[in-house]
Structures are given as structure tokens and as C-alpha cells.
């Protein structure tokens, strides 16, 4: 049991590693620097080039952050307290709204800026997240039984 959970430890390591480093990926996809407010600068070339990356890595980012708050969640099924695990589910349905809003905002908009802006901040909530949340679950997963 102890072995499976700490796998399971690692996993939730793993994932938020990939997790930063989507976000990363999509933070560089402009390379006109961060204060850039609007694409119609950049050669149409470069827009669709840029279009089509974000597209794909704010769909793997999406999909990746909600397959690992489920697993988190699941986690938290045995043996976490109502009251870490209400508000931790809670912060994962808040996160959950805002990346479908990002993603629903670059399909019917396409502004790769908007869309790099909108992960920004949701990685601002992350690395929030992993601090006050996260952190914590770790800890339940780790104690021994
Ligand atoms: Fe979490
Ligand atoms: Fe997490």
C-alpha cells in the first residue's frame, strides 16, 4: 500500500513537471516577447506557424491538467479529511473552468497573445495550487498508515 502511494507521489511530481513545462513551452511560442498585445504584426507566415503550436500545446496542456486533477482527486477518496479534500476538489473544478475558457476564447477569437496570457496566469494559480494544495496531499499520501 505504501509503495502504491508513493508511486503515486511521483506521478503528481511528474505530471506538475510536464505541466510547467507545456506552459512553458507555450509562454515561448511568441518570440516578440511578453509585451506584445496584439499578433497583426507579425507576417502572416509566422501568425499561422504560431497559431497552429499554440493550438496543439494548449490542447495538451488541457488535456494533461485535467486528467491529473482527476487522479488527484481520486486520491483523495481514502483516507484525506472532508476538509482538505472539499476545498482541494473545489480548487480543481475553479482551474478546470479556466482552462476551457481559455481554450473556448483561442477557438472563437485565435488570438495566440490573449491565449498565452490566459495560460500565464492560470500557471500563476498553479504553482499556487501546488504550494497550498498539493503539498498537502502529498503529505496525507506519505504518512504512514
Ligand atoms: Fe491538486
Ligand atoms: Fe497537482
Redesign the pocket.
Known sequence: MTAIREQAVLR?RQ??EY?LDLARRIAACCTRGPHVDSCWQCLPESQRTCHADIEQLVRTFVEVTLR??L??SMLMEEGVPDAHRIPHRQAHLELAERLKSVRVVFARDGRCVDAIEGIGAVLAT?LR??EE??RR?EEYLLAPA
Open positions: 503528481i505530471d506538475h505541466m491529473h486533477t487522479f488527484e498553479l495550487h501546488f494544495y498539493d496531499l
